[in-house]
């Protein structure tokens, strides 16, 4: 496995939508995977935070998404297929623009669909600051990023920032955390 640098805003393979795949249980496909779980990997290790990676951040513009929160997770092909009725704000931050945090808003809950590394489809429900994590992840699938989806006022913010100002009010003190305690 290889760790891949990840791309940075700018970089037009972020702003793409990407392809669905057809063979989920390739050996490309494997390899994408692979290559999204070690350089999340190599993040935290180097950074000491992170939780999801999406296949254009590598450079694979594919529909391919990677979290290891609870238990790591590939996601073939995701697509949103519900939403609850609440929706909540957080400080959201992403590799691919390193030093800035966008307060954005994400449905609490959400109903997903997708397939796993050997084809088999599958439908998983999150909420809450792993369901937001998701919608991000899939945004970048569809060549959208945080800097798209501002809301409230002042919602942009620089991460030095961000820890002096914001950190003790998110429930665990990182960015993705939802405002207040």
Request: aromatic share 6%.
């Amino acid at each position: 496995m290889t760790a891949r640098p990840v791309r940075l805003l700018g970089d037009p393979t972020l702003r793409s939508e990407c392809e669905a795949i057809n063979q989920p249980r390739s050996a490309a496909v494997r390899m994408v995977a692979d290559e999204l779980k070690e350089t999340l990997r190599q993040i935290r290790k180097s950074h000491g935070f992170g939780k999801g990676l999406a296949a254009p951040q590598i450079g694979a513009p594919v529909r391919i998404i990677y979290i290891e929160a609870e238990e790591p997770l590939t996601m073939v092909n995701p697509q949103v297929l519900d939403v609850g009725d609440q929706d909540f704000s957080v400080w959201d931050d992403c590799f691919s623009i390193p030093d800035l945090l966008v307060r954005v808003t994400r449905a609490y809950r959400i109903r997903i669909g997708f397939q796993n590394l050997e084809g088999e489809r599958q439908k998983m429900e999150f909420e809450g600051e792993l369901a937001a994590l998701i919608q991000h992840e899939i945004d970048h699938l569809d060549g959208v990023l945080i800097v798209d989806r501002p809301s409230g006022l002042d919602p942009f913010c620089l991460r030095k920032e961000w820890s002096k100002h914001y950190a003790a009010a998110c429930r665990y003190g990182e960015p993705g955390q939802r405002e207040g305690p």
